[in-house]
Nanobody
């Protein structure tokens, strides 16, 4: 089992920034992908960003590219999502997830473990 706990969400004005954290505990794997997804009310869960555990590869959805940065601290078993230039349309519950293979994918069905989510609200 892998437990994931997100934190760092909150209310911010448009143009502002937030940093989300996802702490992993429990069983650890030598090579797996960490991803961030989000889900707004009435919408499908959508991919935001992903990173290999080595950090050698990252992948972003087009609608966050250039504004969000995913990174990790292996010593802390933590993955971060730094979000800049936030827009009202970024408002959603943000989830981190683990994929038990080393290949990055944006498909949420490929991720095995999920955190409980953290709310991000961007006011206009």
């Amino acid at each position: 089992q892998v437990q994931l706990v997100e934190s760092g969400g909150g209310l911010v004005q448009a143009g502002g920034s937030l940093r989300l954290s996802c702490a992993a505990s429990g069983r650890t794997f030598s090579s797996y992908v960490m991803g961030w997804f989000r889900q707004a009310p009435g919408k499908e869960r959508e991919f935001v960003a992903a990173i290999t555990w080595s950090g050698s590869s990252t992948y972003y959805a087009d609608y966050v590219k250039g504004r969000f940065t995913i990174s990790r601290d292996n010593a802390m078993n933590t993955v971060y999502l730094q979000m800049y230039s936030l827009k009202p349309e970024d408002t959603a519950v943000y989830y981190c997830a683990v994929r038990l293979t080393p290949a990055i994918t944006s498909l949420y069905t490929e991720y095995r473990y999920w955190g409980q989510g953290t709310q991000v609200t961007v006011s206009s």
